[in-house]
């Protein structure tokens, strides 16, 4: 049986906050899957979580280009990376994002792409918007398999 949690913010600033506050919760877990059109606050959140780990929220881009961007935080090495644009599962070998699973967090956005597997400890998190500032975020752990297309 898998543990869901639901969070509504309001602002950037809030989903910023959300990320940074409850970093014990995300850095639980091997990978965080993130999951949600253009615009939901993807990167917002992990310029938060890195933040709350103790990096420079300053260093994060969304990786879209590089693929994956690493972040050096005092309590644990985080890997982000956006398979916006890995439309396939040979262009996803390339990444190598399996190397990062366990001795980093690893962070993806447009996780819904991936099609190589996910560790056990895995949490996805679904982004929604309104069209305006208000985000929710719904958190299920260990349900990799959702995400397969």
Not at 31 to 47: D, E, R, S
Not at 74 to 101: I, M, N, W
Request: one cysteine or more.
């Amino acid at each position: 049986m898998s543990k869901k949690k639901n969070w509504t913010t309001e602002s950037e600033a809030e989903t910023r906050a959300l990320a940074r506050d409850n970093k014990n919760y995300w850095n639980s877990f091997t990978a965080i899957a993130l999951v949600g059109p253009l615009g939901a606050g993807k990167t917002t959140f992990v310029k938060g979580l890195v933040e709350g780990l103790g990096g420079c929220p300053r260093e994060v881009r969304s990786p879209t280009f590089t693929l994956v961007n690493q972040y050096s935080c005092p309590e644990v090495k985080v890997a982000h990376a956006d398979l916006y644009r890995l439309d396939s599962r040979e262009s996803q070998l390339t990444v190598g994002l399996e190397d990062y699973f366990g001795d980093s967090l690893v962070v993806v956005e447009w996780a819904d792409r991936w099609e190589l597997g996910w560790p056990e400890k895995t949490l996805t998190v679904t982004f929604s918007h309104d069209g305006r500032s208000s985000r929710m975020l719904a958190a299920e752990e260990n349900q990799p398999d959702a995400l397969s297309n």
